[in-house]
C-alpha cells in the first residue's frame, strides 16, 4: 500500500501530499493516513503523509507549535511503520536535519526559510528528496537559484501563493509553468495558497471552499503533485482550522482532479 511511492513519483507518476498541518496526537495522524492510504489506493496514486512535529512560524507565542522535537518525530515513525508511508516534514534549523532524516522521506524546507542556504544544502545532503517551498516574497524564477544549491535532482519545488497587501495571497499560474523549466517536480499546495496570514488576528485563516477549484486549475495548467493539508474537525484543528479541507471532501478533490489530469 503506497509502499513504492517514491519510485513512482520519480518515474513521472502524479502524487498526493496531503496530512495534517502539524502533528496533535497520534491517533488523528492514524486517523488521516488510513483514511488516505485507503482512498490513494482506490485511485493507484502515490502518497506521501505530511504533519509537521513542530511549527517554527508562529505569528503569535501562543498558538500551538507541535508536541515538540522527540514526540512529534516518533509519531511520523511509528506512521511511517504502521502505515507503509513515506513521510514528508518541516526542517527549521541544520541541527535538525540529521534525526529528521532518519524518519523522514522528504524534508521540507520552509517558505519563510526557502533561502537560507545551509538549511537548503544541509537537507540535500541526506540523498533525501527535498520539498523546497516558494517563498511568499520570491518571483518564481528565483526558485531555479534556490533548487540549484540542493545540487541534485531529488527536488520538488511548491507553489504556495504569493503575498498580495496584507492578509492576502493570490496565486499567478505562470508560476507552475516556469518552475517547471527547471526539469524538477512542481507542487501546488492547494491548502496554504489559499491562507490569509494573520487574517484571524493572532492566527491565520483561510478559504478552504476554494481548494477544490484552485487545484482543478492547477491540475489543468500542469503539476506533478498536490498538496494538501486536511483534517477530520478542521475546527477543532490545533493549527490552521481555518485553511485545511475536511478529510471528508478529499475524495471529492481528487476524484475531480483526476478527471482533468485524464483528459489531457
Partial sequence: MNSDALKRVEQGDFFLIAGPCVVENAETCFQVAEHLAELTARYDLPYIFKASYKKANRLSANSYAGPGFDEGLEVLRQVK???RLPILTD???TVEIEAVARVADILQIPAFLCRQTALVVGAARTGKWI???KGQFLA???MAKVAA???????MLTERGTTFGYHQLV???RSLLIMKQTGLKVVFDATHSLQLPGGGGAVSTGQPEYVIPMSKAAMAVGIDGLFVETHPEPSLALSDAGAMLPLDRMDELLETVLK?????
Fill in 81 to 83: 511503520e504502521k502505515y
Fill in 91 to 93: 526542517v527549521h534549523e
Fill in 131 to 133: 520539498n523546497i517551498k
Fill in 140 to 142: 518564481p524564477e528565483d
Fill in 149 to 155: 544549491k540542493a545540487a541534485t535532482k531529488k527536488v
Fill in 171 to 173: 496565486v499567478d499560474f
Fill in 260 to 264: 482533468i489530469r485524464d483528459a489531457q
